[in-house]
């Protein structure tokens, strides 16, 4: 859902008209509380800006946000009407939005799936390729220490598949086959030290493409050394 698309909910529920500029600011506000509640997270803030074509004044537009509808007007939504009160100095109205923002907010943080993208912590880097489901990884967590941070998350411990991958170097000849077979989800280097092999490691046999060695491992596969 577009920003300016809010602006509308948020004129029909509090009898007013505010413009874009003034829900974005409170938007950003309610961004920062909601990145807080864990997991911790990093959801960006709205910039809206531009320019008439002729150039006569300023005008505001924005892009679709990362959270869905849902998000926007089970959770936003009562923190801008909150917002749009204090300005009224209506403390109890204001109060009451505010409950529903915070309950709202506590309930589908958790249960909602948060992308790698946003997570604070990025170092449960095997959440993505375990994901079944919202929250429901399979996994024996031992790059994400995480269990006790989100709520609502199933852990399988100790599940988990073995791939190989086999090494050449550069000429392919036929003694320079090494294989390493790991758990499924190792990084590359350990699938070097297993194989014995030197040198860096390349996706083609040209040896154009340099791979990282923290680079997770989903599948078998075939690399080359030199």
Do not use: C, H
């Amino acid at each position: 859902m577009q920003l300016q698309q809010l602006v509308n909910y948020v004129n029909l529920d509090v009898d007013d008209s505010f413009s874009t500029l003034e829900i974005t600011r409170w938007f950003n506000k309610g961004i920062a509380q909601y990145n807080l509640i864990p997991p911790v997270t990093t959801y960006p803030y709205v910039e809206l800006s531009g320019q008439n074509s002729d150039g006569g004044g300023l005008i505001y537009y924005d892009t679709v946000y990362p959270l869905d509808d849902t998000f926007m007007l089970g959770v936003m939504l009562p923190y801008i009407n909150a917002s749009v009160r204090s300005q009224d100095s209506s403390l109890s109205e204001k109060q009451l939005f505010l409950s529903e923002f915070i309950a709202a907010a506590s309930r589908y943080k958790p249960q909602s799936n948060v992308p790698l993208t946003y997570l604070k912590d990025k170092k449960n880097t095997d959440l993505e390729i375990f994901q079944l489901g919202n929250n429901v990884y399979v996994s024996d967590m031992t790059r994400s220490p995480f269990t006790n941070t989100w709520t609502s998350n199933t852990v399988f411990a100790e599940v988990k598949s073995s791939v190989s991958v086999v090494f050449y170097d550069a000429q392919l000849s036929a003694d320079s086959r090494k294989t390493a077979t790991l758990a499924m989800g190792s990084t590359l280097s350990a699938f070097k030290i297993e194989a014995g092999v030197t040198g860096t490691i390349y996706s083609d046999v040209s040896l154009t493409e340099a791979l990282p060695l923290s680079t997770i491992i989903t599948s078998s596969a075939v690399y080359y050394y030199g």
